[in-house]
C-alpha cells in the first residue's frame, strides 16, 4: 500500500525525482523545489549586491584589538565588507562569538543597527546576551512583519546564527524580508548540524 501511494504520489506529479544516492531515490515537492530555486537566485543577488560598509582602516583597528586568530580575522574581514549577503561555516568551538562581537562592533560603529536572529529562542537570547543586541527567534521576526511591523532597514545589519537549522521556506521569507529593506544580512552556522524541523535545507 506505501508503495502503491509513493508510485501514485510520483505518477500525479505531487513529487519529483531529484535524483539516486547510494540510499536510494531523492524526491521533493513541487513547492520546496521552487522555493529552494528562489532562495539561491535571491541569495546570489544579495551576495553579489554591496552597501557602504565599514571602513577598512576601522576594521583594521579591531582586528588588531582582538585575540582572533587569521581564519577569524578572514571570517570578519568577509563579513565587513560591504556585501548584502555573507555565508559563514562554522561548527561548535570555533569562536563564532568571539568572531561575532567584532562583526558587530565594526557594523555599530559604521551607524547600523545590528540585530539577532535564530530558529530557536534560546540561540537567540544567546547572540543578545552575548552581544548586547536586540535578538529574537526567526518566527517572532517573520510575525512581527506580517503584523505590519517593519524592523529592518537599509541601515540593518541581521545575524543568523545556527544558520543550518533553517527551513528553505522560513530563510528565503526572512533573506526576502532583508531584501526588501535593502539590508545586509550574515548567516552563521554548520550545515552538517542537526537537519532542520521544516521542509529543505536552506544553508546547503
Known amino acids: ?5 509513493a508510485d501514485a504520489l510520483i505518477a500525479n506529479e ?58 577569524q580575522k578572514a571570517v570578519v574581514t568577509a563579513a565587513t565588507s560591504g556585501q548584502r549577503l555573507t555565508l559563514v561555516q562554522g561548527g561548535a568551538g570555533t569562536g563564532k562569538s568571539t568572531t561575532l562581537h567584532a562583526i558587530t562592533a565594526a557594523w555599530q560603529q559604521t551607524g547600523f543597527t545590528v540585530l539577532g536572529a535564530a530558529v530557536a529562542w534560546r540561540a537567540a537570547n544567546g547572540l543578545r546576551d552575548d552581544l548586547g543586541i536586540q535578538s529574537r527567534a ?16 537599509q541601515r ?28 545586509v544580512a550574515v548567516i552563521v552556522g554548520d550545515e552538517d548540524q542537526l ?6 535545507h ?3
Not at 540510499?23 to 535571491?42: C, K, W
Not at 571602513?55 to 585575540?67: E, M, N
Not at 545556527?162 to 529593506?181: N, V
Not at 537537519?195 to 529543505?200: E, L, S, T, Y
Open 195 to 200: 537537519r532542520p524541523v521544516g521542509p529543505g
Open 14 to 71: 505531487s513529487v519529483i525525482a531529484l535524483g539516486e544516492t547510494r540510499d536510494g531515490a531523492v524526491y521533493t515537492t513541487p513547492e520546496i523545489l521552487a522555493a529552494e530555486r528562489a532562495l539561491v537566485t535571491l541569495a546570489t543577488k544579495n551576495a553579489s549586491q554591496r552597501v557602504v560598509g565599514p571602513d577598512r582602516h576601522l576594521v583594521d583597528t579591531i582586528l588588531q584589538s582582538s585575540i582572533l586568530n587569521p581564519e
Open 138 to 153: 526567526i518566527d517572532s521576526w517573520l510575525k512581527s512583519i506580517e503584523t505590519g511591523n517593519q524592523p529592518f532597514d
Open 1 to 5: 500500500a506505501a508503495l502503491a501511494s
Open 156 to 183: 540593518s545589519c541581521l545575524l543568523i546564527e545556527e544558520g543550518g537549522l533553517q527551513s528553505t521556506p522560513q530563510a528565503l521569507r526572512l533573506l526576502k524580508e532583508i531584501d526588501r529593506a535593502g539590508g
Open 202 to 204: 536552506a544553508m546547503r
